[in-house]
DNA sequence: GCGACAG
DNA sequence: ATCTTGTCGC
């Protein structure tokens, strides 16, 4: 069985200013790839990044589940100190650099990627999830439990309904409702999958929560193991 | 000047 | 994102 081909493309330096990180994005937009591109998929991986040390520390954590399966296959967590501030529109440049180390630790090469964050439907056109999908040369979809730019209009309370995200006359991605009555998620293209696929692919790996389960997994392993309550007297559970 | 603003 | 306990609802 021919091992995937890995590949992490250095199309650009990390290291800059916000003005030439946005400048970087427009240069790269137009490469998106806005159909569907995509071989036989076996293993979905989930993306999700945490900070620790007051944010000091960004914790960039990938998992590999099985399809149709959905069951853990791989995982990997990188730790790295933060660089890059929170600026709306510019996430993939605080989060993507930890999010690749994690990614080259990796054993299991994914066919397709989840990620926390927009695709499209960012101001210009290349959120994190368009970013890391031309970075990684792989299919990828932008997943985000809150909306940055678009509007859209009433979405029907059932799960699997889902309306245009739009600006202008531009469909920029969807809102999609994975649960009956449950907060819907801004799903987008990242790279590589077309909007319905992207949407298909959302619903079928959320099959019983809000978020997806690569997400949920790689949110797991992102999210720094909190202090245990100061009222526990007894400093470790007594082994059976 | 006043909001809005992925994680 | 993170800081943090209890609480309302299915």
Same mark, same amino acid.
């Given at each position: 069985?021919?091992? =995937?081909?890995?590949?992490?493309?250095?199309?650009? #330096?990390?290291? !800059?200013? $916000?003005?030439?990180?946005?400048?970087? /994005?427009?240069?790269?937009?137009?490469?998106?790839?806005?159909?569907?591109?995509?071989?036989?998929?076996?293993?979905?991986?989930?993306?999700? &990044?945490?900070?620790?040390?007051?944010?000091?520390?960004?914790?960039?954590? !990938?998992? !590999?589940?099985?399809?149709?399966?959905?069951?853990?296959?791989? /995982?990997?967590? +990188?730790?790295?100190?933060?660089?890059?501030?929170? !600026?709306?529109?510019?996430?993939?440049?605080?989060?993507?650099?930890a999010v690749l180390e994690a990614m080259?630790?990796?054993? =299991?090469? $994914?066919?397709?990627?989840?990620?926390?964050? =927009?695709?499209?439907?960012?101001?210009?056109?290349?959120?994190?999830?368009?970013?890391?999908?031309?970075?990684?040369?792989?299919?990828?979809?932008?997943?985000?439990?809150?909306?940055?730019?678009? %509007?859209?209009?009433?979405?029907?309370?059932?799960?699997?309904?889902?309306?245009?995200? %739009?600006?202008?006359?531009?469909?920029?991605? +969807?809102?999609?409702?994975?649960?009956?009555?449950?907060?819907?998620?801004?799903?987008?293209?990242?790279?590589?999958?077309?909007?319905?696929?992207? &949407? #298909?692919?959302?619903?079928?790996?959320?099959?019983?929560?809000?978020?997806?389960?690569?997400?949920? =997994?790689?949110?797991?392993?992102?999210?720094?193991?909190?202090?245990?309550? %100061?009222?526990?007297?007894?400093?470790?559970?007594?082994?059976?």
């Amino acid at each position: 069985m021919p091992s =995937q081909r890995r590949r992490i493309r250095p199309l650009h #330096d990390w290291d !800059v200013d $916000p003005a030439e990180a946005a400048a970087i /994005q427009r240069a790269l937009a137009p490469r998106v790839v806005r159909e569907d591109r995509l071989g036989e998929i076996r293993l979905v991986a989930g993306i999700d &990044v945490g900070f620790e040390a007051a944010g000091g520390v960004t914790r960039a954590a !990938v998992a !590999v589940l099985s399809w149709p399966g959905l069951e853990p296959v791989d /995982q990997a967590l +990188a730790r790295r100190p933060t660089t890059f501030p929170y !600026v709306p529109g510019l996430l993939s440049f605080r989060e993507i650099p930890a999010v690749l180390e994690a990614m080259a630790a990796l054993r =299991q090469w $994914p066919h397709l990627v989840l990620c926390d964050g =927009q695709g499209l439907a960012h101001p210009r056109r290349f959120g994190l999830a368009c970013h890391l999908g031309l970075v990684l040369d792989l299919p990828a979809i932008g997943v985000a439990k809150s909306r940055l730019v678009g %509007t859209h209009g009433p979405l029907p309370p059932r799960r699997g309904a889902w309306v245009p995200l %739009t600006e202008g006359e531009e469909v920029i991605g +969807a809102v999609v409702r994975t649960r009956d009555g449950v907060r819907p998620l801004y799903v987008s293209i990242g790279h590589r999958i077309s909007l319905a696929s992207a &949407v #298909d692919w959302v619903l079928r790996c959320a099959p019983r929560y809000r978020l997806p389960e690569t997400t949920r =997994q790689a949110h797991r392993l992102a999210s720094p193991p909190r202090a245990p309550a %100061t009222g526990s007297r007894r400093r470790s559970p007594a082994p059976p």
